[in-house]
């Protein structure tokens, strides 16, 4: 049996391959990674979650400063040059472990890696240089790319997406802002950091953050508002787009109303879309967009092709892209020996570095809202961070947490928190959701000062409320 992974550098290829890889001279004959990147590493290394965490980490550390009453003098600025190098070269070796990884499986008996872009010549039969494979499985896992909205005068101006930010070592002065999602709200307080000092950001509802209850996004808001000085213009909705002599003027309907808001420069921070386009899928049966992709990771049209991570369109997260590695080679296995394959189920478990991540988004399992849809029968607890003195101490004193929880039985179904350190509760609690612990058992010891107090005083809370 030979299968072919196009896209083996990504974090979802390279986790197929790695599962199979184990299994090439015993259900496999032979296995061939196929990739294009120049170096090669996967979106994340190179251009997603890894250089964003790093620009962030600085723009974090003026934050506090500006921020701290204890500290005089004028903040520093941030030397974009030494940003950008040091973020080059941590990605550059991050790069290098995930390539000599994919090229170490390429050294096993019965595995290759072909460097090249890979297309299909029909269901399959996927060429890649001057060479042609006729495979018996394929997985897909090509990543996604930046998502370019269909906006009047959009393909007229000159826009940066997130990729242009993180290499910038210079920047304008002001700038208009498409995109409050996951991307927007980690690249805007970097931008304020960075000297950005004019920015308006357009929001399309009432508040940002879809899969927050909405006191989170509204904290958001304030903070955002107050804390980076950041316009933020809610109900908003973009019109058209134009260049002018200064930069661009972006037209808006702003609850109604026609706005125009002028700017140095266009920021696109719209989200991204499955990295497709290069695969010539029109030879094959397949017939990407809506449902395209099953549960199992297979794709409806042909049940022996696979696709996972970004390339799915399912939920463009790291650690998901990972998961559905794993299982689609799981799946590719069972399906070869005539067995029924599982599908991919994962708990919601999602980390935005929010405020340049001294105040990240955390939310695993349930929110009020999802246990409302879902028809639970709950028990919801909050907390502000102020009420914890562990937060004032560490001068982080803004932001709030939640639990959702069983009212029967306990079992702990949500946890949402928007705080300091909110990012490195969200692995415990995960487990915590995952295991369905009862809130009841779960022990007082977050011993001071550590943040986790937030943590424990939800336990209290929910727990004298359940049953």
Not at 164 to 180: C, I, K, N, Q, Y
Not at 347 to 357: L, P, R, T, Y
Not at 366 to 392: C, N, P
């Amino acid at each position: 049996m030979h299968v072919v992974i196009v896209g083996a550098y990504g974090s979802a290829g390279v986790a197929a391959a790695e599962a199979l890889s184990e299994r090439v001279g015993e259900e496999l004959d032979r296995l061939t990674l196929v990739d294009d990147g120049e170096p090669g590493g996967g979106l994340c290394i190179l251009r997603g979650c890894m250089p964003s965490k790093e620009v962030l980490s600085a723009a974090a550390h003026r934050y506090q400063v500006r921020h701290d009453p204890r500290l005089s003098g004028d903040p520093p600025t941030l030397d974009l040059g030494k940003v950008v190098a040091t973020k080059d070269r941590h990605v550059a070796a991050f790069a290098e472990h995930r390539r000599n990884a994919v090229h170490q499986l390429a050294d096993l008996d019965g595995v290759e890696f072909v460097h090249g872009t890979a297309r299909f010549l029909d269901d399959r039969v996927v060429a890649a240089g001057d060479r042609t494979f006729e495979a018996d499985y394929v997985v897909v896992a090509t990543g996604s790319t930046v998502n370019v909205p269909d906006l009047p005068g959009v393909d007229e101006v000159d826009y940066w997406t997130s990729a242009d930010v993180l290499d910038a070592t210079d920047l304008p002065e002001s700038g208009v802002v498409m995109g409050f999602g996951y991307v927007g709200l980690e690249m805007v307080p970097y931008l304020a950091e960075a000297g950005v000092g004019d920015l308006t950001v357009i929001e399309h509802d009432e508040r940002p953050l879809d899969e927050a209850d909405p006191e989170y996004g509204d904290e958001l808001l304030s903070l955002y508002r107050e804390e980076f000085g950041v316009e933020i213009l809610t109900n908003t909705h973009e019109e058209s787009v134009e260049a002018t002599d200064s930069g661009v003027r972006l037209h808006v309907d702003a609850d109604g109303e026609p706005r125009a808001v002028d700017a140095e420069a266009l920021f696109l921070f719209t989200g991204r879309r499955p990295n497709l386009g290069s695969l010539a899928l029109e030879n094959t049966s397949l017939s990407p967009g809506d449902g395209w992709v099953s549960d199992t990771m297979q794709a409806t049209d042909d049940p022996r092709t696979f696709v996972v991570g970004d390339a799915n369109g399912k939920e463009p997260i790291l650690h998901v892209a990972k998961e559905q590695g794993y299982r689609a080679a799981e799946n590719l296995l069972a399906h070869a020996r005539g067995d029924p394959p599982e599908p991919y189920e994962n708990v919601h478990h999602h980390v935005i570095f929010s405020a340049a991540g001294v105040y990240p988004y955390a939310r695993v399992g349930h929110s009020v809202e999802s246990a409302e849809e879902a028809g639970l029968d709950y028990v919801h607890v909050a907390r502000k961070a102020e009420d914890d003195g562990v937060f004032k101490t560490k001068n982080v004193p803004r932001g709030r947490a939640s639990l959702v929880v069983d009212a029967d039985d306990g079992a702990v179904l949500g946890y949402q928190g928007l705080h300091y350190h909110a990012d490195v509760m969200a692995k415990a609690m995960q487990v915590v959701v995952e295991l369905g612990l009862d809130v009841r058992d779960l022990p007082d010891r977050a011993y001071h000062p550590t943040t986790p107090e937030i943590l424990d005083a939800l336990f209290r809370g929910a727990s004298a409320n359940v049953g």
